[in-house]
């Protein structure tokens, strides 16, 4: 497992998470109700002094989830480009690069279990219904923990693949990555029976 809080400590460490769980929300409506590439410029400008008050590592850090998204960078890209719509273009491109920036500074500075502890609150009125907010929360600190983990195990095959061949790994690392993907789900899922999984609802 990796712990995806920031070792830098900055002010934002001792908010409480429901403040900067909201806080991102609101943020993320306002990033899309904003249709000015100028505006959307000045924020992303904002997000990046922010993200380098605590320094330069805290920056880098938070900067190191973007790489994962320069496929879909492209793609919208070359798209806006080839329909001339070069500004709407540009205001989704920051939009998207902002929002995710936001997010990881809350995810760097929010610990996992006070995180799941908001959603569990959130999802407790709708027990009544039928959701069981310990099974939401054990998803989300399993997506959130185990992400990292997939990661690092693709950048693990595309450099096995790399010292075997000078051809760029690309869709020739799919299957195998789906493998280990599905090896690892079969693993968590037989742990989790192991310790006697969830008892299930007695009518």
């Known amino acids: 497992m990796i712990s995806l809080t920031s070792p830098v400590k900055t002010r934002a460490h001792g908010w409480p998470a429901w403040a900067k769980l909201g806080g991102l929300c609101i943020a993320t409506v306002i990033l899309f109700l904003i249709e000015s590439l100028i505006l959307q410029l000045v924020i992303f400008?904002?997000?990046?002094?922010?993200l380098a008050l605590p320094g330069v590592g805290f920056l880098k850090a938070a900067l190191k989830p973007l790489r994962l998204l320069w496929p879909f960078l492209i793609v919208v890209g070359v798209w806006h480009l080839w329909t001339g719509e070069i500004a709407k273009g540009g205001v989704i491109l920051l939009r998207l690069v902002s929002a995710v920036l936001i997010a990881n500074v809350v995810t760097m500075t929010t610990r996992l279990s006070d995180m799941i502890d908001v959603v569990g609150r959130l999802a407790r009125p709708f027990g009544r219904f039928g959701l069981r907010p310990e099974?939401?929360?054990?998803?989300?600190?399993?997506?959130?923990?185990?992400?990292?983990?997939l990661v690092l195990k693709g950048e693990g095959l595309a450099d096995a693949w790399r010292a075997r061949?000078?051809?760029?790994p690309g869709w020739r690392i799919?299957?195998?990555f789906t493998l280990l993907a599905l090896d690892d789900a079969e693993q968590v899922a037989e742990a989790l029976r192991a310790r006697g999984g969830f008892t299930p609802i007695k009518d």
């Not at 099974?135 to 983990?149: C, D, G, H, K």
Request: charged share 20%; no cysteine; hydrophobic share 55%.
């Open 45 to 50: 400008g904002l997000v990046l002094g922010v």
């Open 135 to 149: 099974i939401m929360e054990l998803s989300i600190a399993l997506v959130i923990r185990l992400t990292p983990v």
């Open 165 to 168: 061949s000078r051809r760029r």
């Open 174 to 176: 799919v299957l195998p």
